[in-house]
C-alpha cells in the first residue's frame, strides 16, 4: 500500500524516539550492573590462589623470631668460650700464649689486691661507729692498698723474668705489667676469663 510521503516523514520523529529510549534503557541496565558487583567475578582458580597465598606479615614474624634465636645462641657461645679461655672468643687483649701465660700465673698466686673489696666493706661498717674504731679503720684501709701496690710492683717484676726466661728477651709482648696488676686487683670469682689453674699451679 502506498503511503504518501508526507505520513513517513511524520513517523521517522517517533522511530528515532523509541530507538533512543532503548539505548538509554540498556545503557542504565550495564550500569547498574556494573555499580551492584563492582569488578568482575573471579575464576576459580584465582579464588584458589589468593587463600593459598602466604600472609607476608606472619612470615616475617617467625624470621625475625629465628634469628633472634640464633643471636642469643651465638652469644652465650662466645661468652662461655671467653669464660673457658678459648683463643676464638677472647679479645685482641687478652689472646696469646703470653696472656695466657701471665693469667695462669696470677690466679696462681695469692694476691693483696683481690682482697680489696672485701676491705673496703669492712671499712664501710666500721666508719659507722665513731670514735677510735672509726680512726684505726681508716689507718688499716690505707695500710692495705699501700701493700696492695707495693705487692702489684712486685707481681710484674716476677713476671718480666718469668716471661724473658720463657719466651725470650726480645720476645715479650708489651703491656704485660698493667695486665697482670689489673687481674691481680680483681676479685678472683670475678675475673674475666675465668681461671683455668688452682692455687699453687703455677705455669710452667
Known amino acids: 500500500m502506498y503511503e504518501p510521503d508526507w505520513v513517513s516523514d511524520e513517523r521517522k520523529p517517533q522511530a528515532i524516539m523509541s530507538a ?12 547498574e550492573a556494573v555499580e551492584g558487583k563492582g569488578r568482575p567475578t573471579p575464576s576459580r582458580r584465582a579464588a584458589q590462589a589468593a587463600k593459598a597465598r602466604p600472609i607476608v606479615g606472619s612470615h616475617d614474624k617467625e624470621l ?23 683463643e676464638r672468643f677472647l679479645t685482641q687483649r687478652d689472646r696469646g700464649p ?13 694476691s693483696a689486691g683481690e682482697l680489696l673489696i672485701p676491705v673496703m666493706v669492712i671499712f664501710l661498717v666500721v666508719a659507722l661507729f665513731p670514735g677510735w674504731v672509726q680512726v684505726y679503720g681508716v689507718f688499716f684501709v690505707w695500710a692495705f692498698l699501700l701493700f696492695a701496690i707495693i705487692d702489684a710492683f712486685a707481681l710484674t717484676f716476677i713476671l718480666k723474668k718469668k716471661l724473658t726466661a720463657k719466651f725470650g ?18 676479685f678472683r670469682m670475678l675475673r674475666m676469663p675465668k ?4 692455687r699453687g699451679k703455677y705455669p710452667n
Not at 533512543?20 to 550500569?31: H, I, L, M, N
Not at 701465660?101 to 696462681?108: E, H, I, K, L, P
Not at 728477651?169 to 680483681?186: C, T
Not at 681461671?195 to 688452682?198: E, I, M
Open 64 to 86: 625475625r623470631k629465628q634469628q633472634r634465636e640464633a643471636q642469643n645462641e651465638a652469644r652465650n657461645r662466645a661468652r662461655a668460650g671467653m669464660m673457658a679461655g678459648d
Open 20 to 31: 533512543g529510549k532503548r539505548d538509554e534503557t540498556a545503557d542504565s541496565t550495564q550500569e
Open 169 to 186: 728477651e726480645g720476645n715479650v709482648q708489651p703491656g704485660f705489667k698493667w695486665y697482670g696488676a689489673m687481674r691481680a686487683m680483681q
Open 98 to 110: 703470653q696472656r695466657r701465660f701471665v693469667r695462669d700465673y696470677v690466679d696462681a698466686r695469692w
Open 195 to 198: 681461671p683455668q689453674v688452682k
